[in-house]
């Protein structure tokens, strides 16, 4: 897979300029690992990019899929240089390309391949399940699908599936999980998980 990196005209100083360069050697070691993950490419309409592109300009936020280019913001690499998994999170959504979905599936699978795998397991949050819940998105999300992969291998790539060919994610989820829905797989998660740290080393 080829990838473009497009830095801004001025102002791309030496730290911009390296974290661009493992932004484009990162896509492409990760590129197949991502797709396992999901089981991308068992469908039809499911083929893998030829390229991808990563657009490093100043805008508000951190990063983004747009449909066409991966666009990161300069001032968040400026502040937060060690973010690199940021890149395999907006990846994620390249070969995902989800539509009629719910935002916290998208964005859960997203952090769970970024924090599970990438980050391995380094969730960079602080648990209280008594207070979060397994739709709250991105990280927790990732989180509640990593502990739910590791008791039923394989349902990842079965949401993945789901999210791809209009079946019901949360459907998905209760067949997979021998007929556990998602509010209580997380219940039971809560009453056997302390309050506690996930955080970076």
Known sequence: MEVKVVLPEQGADEKLKAFAAKSEALLKEWEPMVADA???GAHEDEVHPAAVTIIFREMDGVAYWDGKAINVATQWVASHPEDIG???????HVLQAYSNVPAWVTEGVADYIRFQLFERGEFGIRLDLARMKPRDSYRVTGWFLAQAEAKHPGLVR???TAAKTGVDV???????????????????LAAETPLQDVRAH
């Open 158 to 160: 079965i949401l993945h």
């Open 86 to 92: 940021l890149v395999v999170h907006e990846f994620v």
């Open 38 to 40: 999901l089981g991308f």
């Open 170 to 188: 949360e459907q998905a989820f209760f067949e997979h999980c021998k007929g556990r829905s998602i509010d209580q797989f997380w219940a039971d």
